[in-house]
Protein backbone atom coordinates (compact mmCIF):
# COMPACT_ATOMS: atom_id res chain seq x y z
CA UNK A 1 0.00 0.00 0.00
CA UNK A 2 0.84 3.62 -0.46
CA UNK A 3 1.87 5.69 2.66
CA UNK A 4 1.29 8.73 3.51
CA UNK A 5 5.45 9.66 3.34
CA UNK A 6 5.41 8.24 0.25
CA UNK A 7 2.29 10.55 -0.81
CA UNK A 8 4.90 13.54 0.76
CA UNK A 9 7.86 12.80 -1.35
CA UNK A 10 5.47 13.16 -4.91
CA UNK A 11 4.26 15.54 -3.89
CA UNK A 12 7.83 17.49 -3.13
CA UNK A 13 8.86 16.24 -6.61
CA UNK A 14 5.66 17.47 -8.56
CA UNK A 15 6.17 20.92 -6.73
CA UNK A 16 10.21 20.86 -7.94
CA UNK A 17 9.23 20.28 -11.66
CA UNK A 18 6.32 22.66 -11.58
CA UNK A 19 8.91 24.96 -10.18
CA UNK A 20 11.52 23.60 -12.79
CA UNK A 21 8.87 24.02 -15.82
CA UNK A 22 7.84 27.58 -14.56
CA UNK A 23 11.71 28.39 -14.74
CA UNK A 24 11.88 27.31 -17.80
CA UNK A 25 9.11 29.00 -19.55
CA UNK A 26 10.33 32.22 -17.61
CA UNK A 27 13.78 31.39 -19.55
CA UNK A 28 12.05 30.45 -22.78
CA UNK A 29 10.51 34.24 -22.74
CA UNK A 30 13.45 35.55 -21.96
CA UNK A 31 15.13 33.71 -24.93
CA UNK A 32 12.38 34.55 -27.49
CA UNK A 33 12.59 38.13 -26.79
CA UNK A 34 16.13 38.02 -26.97
CA UNK A 35 15.83 35.98 -30.47
CA UNK A 36 13.29 38.49 -31.76
CA UNK A 37 15.75 41.76 -30.69
CA UNK A 38 18.86 40.07 -32.39
CA UNK A 39 17.00 39.34 -35.12
CA UNK A 40 15.71 42.97 -35.65
CA UNK A 41 19.06 44.21 -35.44
CA UNK A 42 20.37 41.28 -37.89
CA UNK A 43 17.93 42.99 -40.26
CA UNK A 44 19.08 46.05 -39.83
CA UNK A 45 22.37 45.41 -40.07
CA UNK A 46 21.46 43.96 -43.43
CA UNK A 47 19.75 46.56 -44.55
CA UNK A 48 22.95 49.35 -43.85
CA UNK A 49 25.22 46.19 -45.90
CA UNK A 50 22.88 46.91 -48.74
CA UNK A 51 22.82 50.86 -48.59
CA UNK A 52 26.94 50.65 -47.81
CA UNK A 53 27.26 48.41 -51.45
CA UNK A 54 24.62 50.81 -52.98
CA UNK A 55 27.00 53.64 -51.79
CA UNK A 56 30.11 51.88 -53.05
CA UNK A 57 28.65 51.37 -56.37
CA UNK A 58 27.86 55.12 -56.85
CA UNK A 59 31.49 56.09 -55.42
CA UNK A 60 33.20 53.44 -57.86
CA UNK A 61 31.37 54.81 -60.30
CA UNK A 62 32.12 58.91 -60.00
CA UNK A 63 35.84 57.12 -59.55
CA UNK A 64 35.54 55.76 -63.18
CA UNK A 65 33.99 58.97 -64.52
CA UNK A 66 36.82 61.03 -62.97
CA UNK A 67 39.25 58.85 -64.18
CA UNK A 68 37.42 59.17 -67.67
CA UNK A 69 37.35 62.34 -67.77
CA UNK A 70 41.33 63.27 -66.79
CA UNK A 71 41.57 60.72 -69.29
CA UNK A 72 40.12 62.84 -72.00
CA UNK A 73 41.99 66.34 -70.42
CA UNK A 74 44.92 63.78 -71.18
CA UNK A 75 44.19 63.41 -74.54
CA UNK A 76 43.05 67.08 -75.42
CA UNK A 77 46.28 68.36 -73.82
CA UNK A 78 48.14 66.04 -76.00
CA UNK A 79 46.49 67.19 -79.24
CA UNK A 80 47.45 70.60 -78.33
CA UNK A 81 50.75 70.12 -77.66
CA UNK A 82 50.75 68.20 -81.02
CA UNK A 83 48.98 71.19 -83.09
CA UNK A 84 51.77 73.76 -80.85
CA UNK A 85 54.64 71.90 -82.19
CA UNK A 86 53.31 72.37 -85.77
CA UNK A 87 53.00 75.55 -85.65
CA UNK A 88 56.73 76.11 -84.11
CA UNK A 89 58.23 74.14 -87.35
CA UNK A 90 56.92 76.28 -89.16
CA UNK A 91 59.76 79.18 -90.18
CA UNK A 92 59.13 82.70 -88.35
CA UNK A 93 60.82 85.46 -88.52
CA UNK A 94 63.12 86.75 -86.10
CA UNK A 95 62.95 89.69 -83.78
CA UNK A 96 65.91 91.93 -85.67
CA UNK A 97 64.25 90.88 -89.00
CA UNK A 98 60.94 92.38 -87.78
CA UNK A 99 62.60 95.53 -85.99
CA UNK A 100 64.94 96.62 -88.61
CA UNK A 101 63.70 95.69 -92.02
CA UNK A 102 66.69 96.25 -94.74
CA UNK A 103 66.17 98.84 -97.04
CA UNK A 104 65.18 98.33 -100.54
CA UNK A 105 68.55 99.97 -102.20
CA UNK A 106 70.40 98.00 -99.55
CA UNK A 107 71.47 100.67 -96.85
CA UNK A 108 71.76 99.70 -93.78
CA UNK A 109 69.99 101.99 -90.66
CA UNK A 110 71.24 105.18 -89.45
CA UNK A 111 72.71 103.96 -85.83
CA UNK A 112 74.59 100.99 -88.19
CA UNK A 113 78.19 102.94 -87.93
CA UNK A 114 80.23 100.00 -89.69
Do not use: H
Not at 11 to 40: C, F, H, M, P, T
Not at 41 to 61: G, H, P, V, W
Request: net charge negative.
Amino acid sequence: MITLDQIKELDIKVQKALNLISSLREENNSLKAKLGKYQKRIEEMETLITEFKNDQDEIEQGIMNALAKLDQLEEDITIDEASEEKETEEPEETEEEIEEPEKQDGSTSELDIF
